[in-house]
């Protein structure tokens, strides 16, 4: 079954973070992507811009509207995913909790609902 695992921080946790620190958590990052991909979990893996680089898009009545960033009133915002093959839930979990960003943020777990054509 396939599971999307949202990476959600606090930007201002990494932006605390000294070059060395970061660089650590970067390559711990790709290594566990590489272990994901090497086990048969891995889907796929990105990593977000910050949220000052979004655009919220919305249509109603038929006209589009464009506004900048999401203004959700949190803290965390999402940094990134990983889109995972997992036998069930509990595989879900486990693999998130590898996940290195899991230490200075959440990982949001979430089922992919699939859609077949009629």
């Given at each position: 079954m396939k599971y999307l695992c949202q990476v959600w921080f606090d930007g201002a946790?990494?932006?605390a973070m000294t070059k060395e620190?970061?660089?650590a958590l970067d390559a711990n990052s790709l290594n566990y992507d590489k272990d994901l991909a090497e086990s048969g979990h891995m889907i796929v893996a990105q990593a977000l811009q910050p949220p000052t680089s979004a655009v919220t898009v919305r249509v109603r009545s038929?006209?589009?509207s464009?506004?900048?960033g999401p203004f959700?009133?949190?803290k965390e915002a999402l940094g990134g995913f990983i889109l995972i093959d997992a036998k069930d839930l509990n595989d879900a979990i486990r693999i998130?909790?590898?996940i290195p960003l899991a230490k200075f943020g959440a990982i949001e777990v979430r089922p992919i609902?699939?859609?077949r054509a009629q």
């Open positions: 946790v990494l932006d620190e970061k660089a038929g006209e589009t464009v506004t900048d959700a009133e949190t998130a909790a590898g609902h699939e859609l």
